[in-house]
């Protein structure tokens, strides 16, 4: 054994080289995996984030329509689908979509965009809000422009009608 430590043989270079090789080989291995899932946590990032947004913005929605007691179509056209909704105290609030973004307005000067994400408005396959009785029905179509993702919600949400509407 001490032989071999003190003997002043070295490496061939073909055995340098080799063993750079293997190296190298591994090392591209590891690098690849890594890359991928950072890719994929990236992706799933960005997924997660579209469906908290569409679910935040939902979520408003309902609330608002829930607790109201009249609710009309305020503005129906190309780019815009807004609907007014009245509550037991006469408060009124104006949701919808307006401008590919989702909106709402409940005060004078209270309005706001409720996400950053795209809202593609009154087409066949895009955002819409119906009224129906005493029921409206929101369908949400949410996108990421830069990750080209969408995700569809649809939502039936029941309203209180005054008691002497119900007679």
């Known amino acids: ?26 090392t591209i291995i590891i690098m690849n995996y890594l890359l991928g899932g950072m890719n994929s946590y990236e992706k799933t990032s960005k997924d997660v984030s579209l469906h908290n947004d569409a679910n935040y913005v939902m979520s408003a ?8 007691t009249e609710v009309e179509i305020e503005e129906s056209t190309s780019d ?13 609030t104006i949701l919808g979509f307006k401008n590919h973004q989702a909106y709402i307005k409940s005060g004078p000067n209270e309005s ?9 408005c009154c ?19 949410i996108e990421d422009q830069k990750s ?8 039936e949400v029941s309203f209180r009608k005054p008691a002497e509407e119900m007679d």
Do not use: C, W
């Open 80 to 92: 815009s689908i807004l609907i007014k909704v009245t509550n037991l105290s006469g408060e009124e």
């Open 123 to 141: 087409g066949n396959d895009a955002s819409n809000i119906t009224v129906k009785n005493d029921t409206v029905i929101i369908k949400m179509m």
């Open 1 to 26: 054994m001490k032989k071999l430590l003190t003997s002043s043989k070295g490496l061939t270079l073909v055995e340098l080289l080799s063993s750079f090789t293997i190296l190298s080989i591994i």
């Open 112 to 120: 706001k965009s409720l996400s950053h994400y795209q809202f593609p």
């Open 148 to 155: 080209e993702t969408s995700l569809e919600l649809k939502n």
């Open 61 to 68: 929605f309902v609330r608002h329509i829930y607790e109201g």
